[in-house]
């Protein structure tokens, strides 16, 4: 069934010529398909031991939905000169249905070359009806697909001449565009309100992400503006709007009654007067079954006013695309109510539940419930039955928010699954802070680190005695490191809740180790053993040096954050530590390359063999501490979603 048929059952024809066009021309590729099938068909049938011409490919190219084609010439046989098959009398149905579909552009012309056309589509169709069931004699199938002019009218012919005229009717109408909107016979005057109902419609449609869907058409008819958006790619899924004057009608078709309460509730937040709703059956729409109808109507006091209602009204419509599965998954995590309830919500916030649908859904919510652990959840809960209704719903609010926008961002799953697992565990409100160790290691980290990229900065590998003072204190930082490491290990042989923090601040120490040794390097080198260390040598030893820098200022931040995050945090603070965390990956990669530029500088630029050894052994040293960094910082990533909280 096509989408035209419904926007027809609405009263909009004028809306349909362009979409008649489009479904006209792939009637079209489908009755080229049906004739190959018939000659195929009479082919094998004639030669059976000759194996059958592969249909696949055309059948593909041609959109056809029907398999059964694909069979048919291989169950064909010919009896006394006469072609049979059990599936004939559907082909010959669909060759009808689809001659017809060609026909139906021309149906508002007085033209007499396109009256003619129409007329021999009936006689074929009545012809088409008069065939004996199952079977085709070699006349008929000649009458069928003979493309010979000159021999009298044949089916193949009228298809071909059909085309013709279509494609001719098809460069007469406008192709314009605005905004996306496709446009024909449209005044100067109606413009401004597509652009106005467009611009509502693009702001929210990236919340869509790639689902198919609100496709807009429009023209005017008299002294009405009309306006059809396809919404997604369900059949009886319509919206058309009118308007006339300042008044503004939409009449909306939907298969569920729920969506279409949900959608009556939206649009009379901004203003919409409905009519009943009523149940309406259209022969060959979907399946037979009956879908809702119902007409709202907006009444503005001026231009402004009515610009304003066309651009509410297309930013509501996304929200109605997947909406009936969104709220099935919902029902799984917080119940019918309150299902419905969010959805509202987050229409009214511009959130919407595609990306949340895209990530996963409820199978996001129970991998996080899970990951918190048997102290909360156990298997089967619902979030609601957990946390309480408001307090469920505020949290698939944020959960739905934050993985909309990761959608969006195109980030990776695994980090949308952090974020989804931090804000529950921000709503559980059991996050506890035992990095006191952890912070005040990675503050000799820092110090390390600021006071090695200050020395290369200030080119005190010519100051023997300046770097001997850093490589002095430096060790002194990185001993009182090592106290800070012992201390974790005592802790944990006294708690063993305290391992996994050890066993971090081991992982840490290695950035502590590889500073220490890049500064006792640096040390050595300005005994004297830097000759060739200028231009290109010294600009990619600081940018290596700078980028660390950075890296382990990040990995601060991250501990910082963390603290914060004990005492429940925000959403941003959520984010921001995930950002830290994360930056330490990109800073290991980019270190690595930055390693390989001060390899390829020292080799063209230093000729000293131990300087060269040297200055490689601290570039090293520098980009071993990123490696450290980075390993830390997916551990402390770990405890903040999976320990956090474990000693309440």
């Not at 954050?561 to 004990?566: D, E, K, S």
Request: hydrophobic residues 45%; charged residues 25%.
């Amino acid at each position: 069934m096509e989408k035209t048929e419904v926007v027809a059952s609405l009263g909009q024809a004028l809306l349909l010529r362009p979409a008649y066009l489009k479904s006209a021309l792939a009637a079209n590729d489908r009755l080229k398909f049906y004739l190959t099938v018939l000659q195929t068909a009479y082919s094998h049938a004639a030669q059976p031991d000759v194996a059958s011409f592969d249909l696949h490919r055309e059948y593909v190219a041609a959109k056809v939905d029907a398999p059964w084609l694909l069979t048919l010439p291989a169950s064909s046989h010919i009896k006394s000169s006469v072609l049979h098959a059990d599936d004939l009398p559907k082909l010959f149905e669909k060759l009808a249905t689809d001659l017809r579909l060609m026909g139906r552009p021309l149906e508002a012309d007085d033209d007499g070359a396109h009256r003619e056309l129409l007329s021999r589509i009936e006689r074929w169709c009545d012809w088409l009806g008069q065939l004996a069931p199952g079977s085709l004699d070699t006349d008929q199938l000649k009458q069928l697909t003979s493309g010979k002019r000159g021999e009298g009218d044949s089916f193949h012919i009228l298809v071909m001449d059909l085309h013709k005229a279509i494609n001719r009717l098809a460069a007469d109408l406008s192709d314009e565009t605005i905004d996306g909107a496709h446009i024909w016979q449209l005044p100067a005057e109606d413009r401004p309100r597509i652009v106005a109902f467009m611009r509502g419609l693009n702001r929210t449609r990236p919340l869509k992400l790639s689902h198919p869907g609100l496709d807009t058409a429009a023209t005017r008819d008299g002294p009405r503006l009309l306006i059809q958006n396809d919404i997604g790619t369900n059949d009886a899924h319509v919206l058309v709007i009118q308007v006339e004057g300042l008044r503004l009608s939409l009449t909306y078709s939907d298969l569920h009654r729920q969506r279409f309460s949900f959608f009556q509730n939206l649009l009379g937040e901004i203003g919409a007067q409905w009519s009943a709703v009523a149940s309406r059956t259209t022969e060959g729409l979907n399946a037979g079954e009956s879908y809702f109808v119902g007409t709202a109507t907006f009444d503005s006091a001026n231009e402004t006013a009515l610009t304003a209602t066309l651009e509410a009204l297309g930013s509501r419509i996304v929200f109605l695309i997947d909406w009936n599965r969104a709220r099935k998954r919902l029902r799984l995590v917080v119940g019918k109510s309150n299902a419905i309830s969010v959805l509202t919500e987050s229409a009214r916030r511009d959130i919407g539940h595609m990306g949340w649908l895209e990530a996963g859904a409820e199978r996001l919510l129970f991998d996080a419930m899970e990951a918190v652990g048997g102290e909360f959840f156990r298997i089967g809960d619902r979030l609601d039955t957990v946390l309480g209704d408001e307090p469920a719903g505020a949290f698939m609010l944020e959960a739905m928010a934050t993985a909309s926008q990761a959608m969006q961002e195109r980030q990776p799953l695994p980090r949308i699954v952090d974020s989804i697992r931090l804000l529950l565990l921000r709503h559980l409100g059991h996050q506890r802070d035992v990095f006191e160790l952890l912070n005040e290691h990675a503050a000799f980290c820092h110090e390390l680190a600021e006071g090695l990229q200050d020395a290369l900065t200030h080119g005190l590998e010519h100051g023997s005695k300046a770097v001997a003072k850093l490589a002095a204190r430096a060790k002194g930082w990185e001993h009182e490191a090592d106290l800070l490491v012992m201390r974790s290990r005592k802790r944990a042989e006294r708690n063993a809740r305290w391992l996994p923090f050890t066993r971090l601040i081991e992982k840490a120490d290695n950035i502590a180790d590889a500073l220490e040794e890049a500064t006792f390097l640096l040390s050595l080198i300005a005994e004297g053993h830097h000759k060739g260390w200028h231009g290109k040598v010294r600009e990619t030893l600081s940018r290596l040096a700078g980028r660390t820098h950075e890296a382990v200022r990040d990995h601060v931040k991250a501990l910082t954050i963390a603290g914060v995050l004990r005492e429940g945090g925000t959403a941003e603070d959520h984010e921001a530590f995930l950002a830290v965390t994360w930056r330490a990956v990109d800073a290991e990669r980019q270190c690595d390359e930055l390693l390989r530029d001060v390899r390829r500088a020292l080799v063209r630029h230093v000729d000293d063999p131990v300087t060269l050894t040297l200055a490689t052994d601290f570039a090293e040293s520098i980009e071993l501490a990123t490696d450290a960094l980075m390993v830390a910082s997916f551990g402390i990533r770990e405890l903040v979603l999976d320990r956090i909280g474990a000693d309440r």
